[in-house]
């Protein structure tokens, strides 16, 4: 008796833990060509990017963003094919957080 719960409570495991993986990883988030997807998000969105760096992943993460409308796209690099921005996820409000130094984030010219 004790042993079939216990594999009950398995099945229900892996139907709330394996299945939503599954169904994630069958949807992966939209990628397009580098190049194109972030001269678009920053002449038809007017976002500029304000954040990138190396996720625990491996991946490179992208946060671009408009100060006038206040859209943002967090957007990712995977190393498999680095030619392709993944978008991840996007919002319409939020706000910068000001630097250790109290400064705000400051514009950089673009090294790629």
């Known amino acids: 008796m004790l042993g079939k719960r216990v594999r009950n409570i398995l099945y229900m495991v892996v139907l709330m833990v394996v299945l939503p993986l ?3 990883a069958q949807n992966p988030a939209p990628c397009r060509d580098r ?3 972030i001269t678009y998000l920053e002449n038809v969105h007017g976002e500029e990017l304000v954040f990138r760096g ?6 490179v993460t992208l946060i671009h963003f408009n100060s006038n409308t ?6 990712i690099i995977r190393t498999q094919n680095p030619t392709l921005l ?5 919002g ?3 706000e910068i957080m000001a630097n250790g130094d109290g400064s705000t ?3 950089k010219k673009k090294t790629w």
């Open 22 to 24: 599954t169904a994630y």
């Open 35 to 37: 190049d194109k997807a």
């Open 54 to 59: 190396i996720s625990t992943r491996g991946h």
């Open 70 to 75: 206040g859209e943002w796209t967090a957007s």
């Open 86 to 90: 993944c978008g991840v996820d996007n």
């Open 92 to 94: 319409g409000t939020g």
């Open 105 to 107: 984030l400051k514009k």
